[in-house]
Nanobody, 124 residues
Framework: QVHLVESGGGSVQAGGSLRLSCAAYGFIDSWYSMGWFRQAPGKEREGVAL???????SYADSVKGRFTISKDNAKNTLYLQMNSLKPEDTAMYYC??????????????????WGQGTQVTVSS
């Protein structure tokens, strides 16, 4: 069983930065694809960034050039570096993992394991 725990959320002013972390517990290895998703109040969950089982990365258009996803396999930890934050980035951020490759698709239905989320609030 895989257990994911996010941390690093908080409140920041527009233009600021945050780094989210997702610690993975249980049997997880480099074969897993892992991603970050977010959900704002009243909106559907959307894919933000993906690091696939082959190490390739994908991003939503809304965060390209501002967010960077990375993974430390030795620490079983996924990261999301968020720079130049905007108020529209405000949401609950979730990490997710799956045993199969996502093939560049940041789609929630492809992921089996989910964390509880960490809140990011960006003020103008």
């Amino acid at each position: 069983q895989v257990h994911l725990v996010e941390s690093g959320g908080g409140s920041v002013q527009a233009g600021g930065s945050l780094r989210l972390s997702c610690a993975a517990y249980g049997f997880i290895d480099s074969w897993y694809s892992m991603g970050w998703f977010r959900q704002a109040p009243g909106k559907e969950r959307e894919g933000v960034a993906l690091i696939d089982s082959d190490g390739s990365t994908s991003y939503a258009d809304s965060v390209k050039g501002r967010f960077t996803i990375s993974k430390d396999n030795a620490k079983n930890t996924l990261y999301l570096q968020m720079n130049s934050l905007k108020p529209e980035d405000t949401a609950m951020y979730y990490c997710a993992a799956n045993r199969n490759p996502a093939k560049g698709r940041i789609v929630a239905d492809l992921f089996r394991y989910w964390g509880q989320g960490t809140q990011v609030t960006v003020s103008s």
